[in-house]
């Protein structure tokens, strides 16, 4: 799957994804990974879209500490917890935190976004509208 920087916004929808399928309503991109599909969301966060994974049992949302600035965010707060641990079992020191408006679907809201210093994710969104 393309990452979200070489993914292009046209007519309101994100192009470069090779399959779009519905789920709950919500345009999402169906990708196998070690034989398990997972679903990818377009979200706009602070006014900037991006790709986030569907992860309804998640207790936090998550981004990398690093793309704080990439939206916006120049005041972070002290998190909730210091770590967190992911359905493959590793751990995430989380670093920082900030309050995030997301729009989802034509949904929006406002929501606590978690920061990790771990390079090697992806977005992944705890709620759901």
Do not use: E
Not at 69 to 95: E, Q
């Amino acid at each position: 799957m393309p990452s979200a920087a070489q993914c292009t916004v046209k007519d309101g929808r994100l192009r470069g994804h090779s399959r779009t399928l519905n789920v709950l309503s919500l345009p999402v991109r169906a990708q196998a990974f070690r034989g398990a599909y997972n679903a990818q969301i377009v979200v706009n966060v602070n006014g900037i879209f991006t790709t986030a994974l569907i992860d309804n049992g998640s207790g936090l949302t998550l981004f990398q500490d690093t793309a704080a600035v990439l939206f916006g965010i120049r005041d972070l707060d002290t998190p909730y917890t210091d770590l967190a641990t992911g359905v493959s079992g590793h751990t995430l020191r989380i670093t920082d935190a900030a309050t995030m408006d997301l729009k989802i679907a034509g949904f929006s809201l406002s929501t606590l976004i978690h920061f990790t210093d771990n390079k090697s994710m992806t977005l992944g969104t705890s709620m759901m509208p």
